[in-house]
């Protein structure tokens, strides 16, 4: 439990820079996403291909799989989508709603009651949201496109949580981010020609590029691998909880980079601290649940 919680953290940590990529990189969201899902399927691919592990799934399987890859494509699409049109801070704690979401999700897909104190551990999050918006007009359209890419999110840790149990992290991960990016493939076109994209735009430049592949290996490969091993002993509520923690890297880095913090009063500092209690009480919980089980 130790290690899946350095790992978890450590996922957490690589996570909060994806926000600052995505605001430094000039593409559009959907572009965005669309490089980010095939540097990281080709490059696990060759991985795979040059180690022997490649393996082979049946395609009943693959399309179970495949279907979160999807889901996991569409998050960053709405998410990269809310940092565009607001800014780096509201993408990111938009975002923390994941562990509200999954508190409901979670329950009505595997078919469990409710649990009380995560969704007061959520209704925590979101006041602290509230607190930092304070229904904010000027960050209308990025507020909702946070949301939707939070409810995504909570979706695809939850379809994980299962999946996990019968595939190994990286074949897992594989299929996912391979499939993930035929999906969006298929569905780019139409979204171009919607946003009136010109071609001249679907080519990154030498600086995106380099912000790609980092954004791709590190913050998409290996923070994949921590992610799913962490997920084989934390629950998904937990998991999706810590993210939460995800903003206050982001903002620190937005703050420095960006100099975002002069749009922001006392009220986002009080927000972010509700925040931060809700994990800090969920860590709390999960510590005393495992020395209990630890007696019996």
């Known amino acids: 439990m130790k290690k899946a919680f350095i790992q978890l953290h ?22 965005l996403t669309w490089y980010r899902l095939l540097i990281s399927a ?8 040059w180690r022997g592990l490649l393996k082979k799934v049946p395609f009943k399987d693959v399309m179970i799989i495949g279907s979160n890859g999807a889901i996991i494509g569409l998050h960053w699409i709405f998410f990269y989508g809310s940092i565009k049109y607001a800014n780096v801070s509201i993408g990111v704690v938009c975002f923390s709603l994941t562990s509200l979401f999954t508190a409901i999700f979670d329950p009505l897909i595997n078919r469990r009651r409710f649990d009380v104190a995560e969704m007061l551990l959520s209704l925590l999050t979101l006041l602290g949201i509230l607190l930092i918006f304070q229904f904010n007009t000027e960050y209308r359209t990025g507020i909702i496109l946070g949301i939707i890419s939070s409810m995504f999110a909570a979706l695809f840790t939850v379809f994980n949580k299962r999946l996990v149990k019968r595939f190994d992290t990286y074949t897992l991960g594989f299929y996912e981010l391979m499939i993930g990016t035929l999906c969006i493939t298929l569905l780019l076109p139409f979204y171009l020609f919607n946003t009136h994209t010109p071609l001249s735009a679907f080519i990154p430049s030498w600086q995106d590029a380099l912000y790609l592949i980092a954004l791709s290996w590190i913050c998409t490969i290996w923070l994949y691998a921590l992610n799913l091993d962490a997920l084989k002993k934390i629950s998904a509520f937990t998991v999706n909880l810590c ?42 919980r999960v510590g005393k649940q495992t020395k209990g089980e630890g007696l019996h």
Not at 10 to 29: C, D, P, Q, W, Y
Not at 42 to 49: G, R
């Open 243 to 284: 993210f939460n923690l995800e903003p206050v890297y982001s903002i620190l880095l937005a703050f420095l980079l960006f100099h975002e913090n002069k749009y922001l009063g006392w009220t986002f500092y009080v927000g972010l601290f509700c925040i931060m209690l809700s994990v800090a009480l969920q860590m709390w």
């Open 42 to 49: 080709v490059t696990l691919y060759l991985i795979f291909l």
């Open 10 to 31: 450590l996922a957490v940590f690589l996570a909060g820079f994806t926000g600052i990529l995505g605001k430094l990189i000039t593409l559009n969201e959907g572009l």
